[in-house]
């Protein structure tokens, strides 16, 4: 206080405020939180009257913290969020971290667990990037307890140990202890008591080192509970009784300990001492809702008093309203004859709008069958070519391949008068059998009936390889891939005019097949090195070129031929639906 006497006495503005600013904190730490928001509202003033950017977030970050110790959560929450607008236009992104961690404290005492777990990776990602290293254990472990709340053991293991790591390379001595603690308490509901109490004893080590007294009462009464469990009374008792002392300043943690101690000596027959327990924890129990009820009577009559100041201030702006009203009344035919012109003007806009999109439809609907009409139109004639194909098959393998080998055997017969000319015969026909044979796999390949593409296409590279001189080579990358037999027939027709076009038109020596899937797209590319040709220049391509195409837009694909001297590269890509 005398320091505000003599910044007044001096006029130092400044001063004033800055004193508001630590006297707010010092009320908050002190647990006198409506003091502590009239002394940040003040520094407030000061923060308006000088438009400080950096005043404004650091203000609305206290009230936040004060909201957020009386329970009055959605104020808290709306203060900092005015807290991370205020720093974000100064630029100060490197306070973002512990904001964010402060948003998702108040989101985990609501219950609201998926929100908390985004504000503290939020955090998290600011805590990284400016490499805060004990900001970065911190949100590890306000993580951990989110998910150890859900009752995510295994991830909330996961987390604390990340902590534990950081806590321990920077020698955070409380972290490391709280991390050894949590640990402890994931274990127990995890049912691995013995590792839950070597988690204690480290965290009870460095406690005792380093004098967490409160921390230390709250590792004691976990210790206490898991040798109750293991029938190991008098060391129970021994932790409980070693905790009362050093849990002065918390009332819950006491009352706790007088609870546990009750029961244990309950268990032991020592009725005299269960009593004298039993009475300090109703004791602490009444001092305890007591306080609760208080703090809650303090938090409403603020309220009130709020809502007070709110009304007498709706009251002020009822009566502008009524001035402005009246004033409103006197342009209210004006507006009313503006509001009745934009009204019609809307209207025809609106109708005319209404008009082209019907006609627009009406024009993609037309496209639409179009478009229908010409994929039912390539559906049969591919259907009827591969049906044709396997009729023509059909008849050169039972048909003509059968009287050739009929001819062969009766030939064979006759060989003994005329060996030499029924053999040159013979040769002849077998040659001619070969070729009736490859016909008839070509137009039905074996491979693609009885295999999938994949088997298909590589069989049939294989034999192109072995019948020409140019390099054929076939790659497949990707998953398995189960098509249906109308698709992998299109697909291994536009192999073949490629391959084809390749060897023939293009004269090339080496040709790459590459078959590629990836979850439901699949992408074939056939490269050659033979002399090209200008696609865009083609008028009228020919007829393998309008197969392959027909074939692709059949299957709702995607066509790219790029072409020059070095050589031709076709790539189809298909969505496989």
Known sequence: MIHQIVYKQVGDERGL?????????????????????????????????????????????????????????????????????WYELKQDTASFGFVWNSIGLVQKNLMQYEKALHSFEQAQYY????????????????????????????????FQNKALKINQEINNNW???????????????????????????????????????????????????????????????????????????SKNVRKEIHRELKEMYAITLDHKDALHHANLYALLKDSILNEENIKQINFLSEQYETKKKD???????????????????????????????FALVALLLGSWIIYTQRQKRKAQELIALRKQSEIETLESLIQGEEKERLRIAQELH???????????????????????????????????????????HNLVPPALENFDLRTATSDYCYK????????????YLGDSLELPKEIEINIYRIIQELVTNSLKHAQANEIHVQLSSN??????????????????????????????????????????????????????LLTIK
């Open 175 to 249: 972290g490391i202890a709280g991390s050894y603690f949590s640990l402890g308490n994931i274990a127990k509901l995890k049912g691995n008591k013995n590792q839950a109490i070597s988690y204690y004893l480290k965290a009870k080590e460095i406690q005792v080192r380093n004098k967490y007294f409160k921390e230390l009462a709250e590792t004691k009464i976990g210790l206490a509970l898991l040798y109750r469990e293991a029938n190991d009374i008098d060391k129970a008792k021994k932790e409980l009784l070693e905790a009362l002392p050093m849990a002065k300043e």
């Open 127 to 158: 805590n990284l990037k400016f490499n805060k290293m004990a900001d970065i254990g911190g949100a590890y472990g306000n993580m951990a307890t989110i998910y150890f709340l859900q009752g995510n053991y295994p991830k909330a293991e996961n």
């Open 398 to 440: 039972d048909g003509v391949n059968g009287d050739l080998s009929a001819i062969k055997f009766k030939l064979n017969s006759l060989q003994e008068n005329n060996a030499k000319e029924i053999a040159e015969a013979v040769a002849m026909l077998d040659k001619s059998c070969e070729q009736v044979r490859a016909i008839s």
């Open 17 to 85: 405020a800055q004193t508001h600013y630590k006297f707010g904190v010092i009320y908050r730490y002190k647990g006198d939180y409506r003091k502590a928001l009239e002394a940040f509202d003040k520094y407030k003033i000061y923060v308006e009257r000088q438009q400080d950017t950096f005043g404004f977030g650091n203000v609305a970050y206290q009230k936040g913290v004060v909201y957020s110790l009386q329970g009055d959560y959605e104020n808290s929450l709306k203060e900092y969020e005015r807290t991370l607008h």
């Open 464 to 475: 192109m390889n072995a019948n020409y001189a140019s390099e054929i080579s076939f790659q």
């Open 519 to 572: 979850e439901k797209i699949l992408q074939l590319t056939v490269e050659d090195n033979g002399m090209g040709f200008e696609a865009h220049k083609t008028s009228s391509p020919g007829m393998g070129l309008k197969n392959i195409t027909s074939r692709v837009d059949y299957l709702g694909g995607e066509l790219d031929i790029v072409s020059n001297k070095e050589g031709t590269s076709v790539s189809v």
């Open 311 to 341: 009304q007498e201030i709706a009251v002020q702006q009822l009566q502008l309203t009524k001035q402005e009203s009246e004033l409103d009344k006197k342009n209210g035919l004006f507006r009313l004859a503006l509001v009745g012109l």
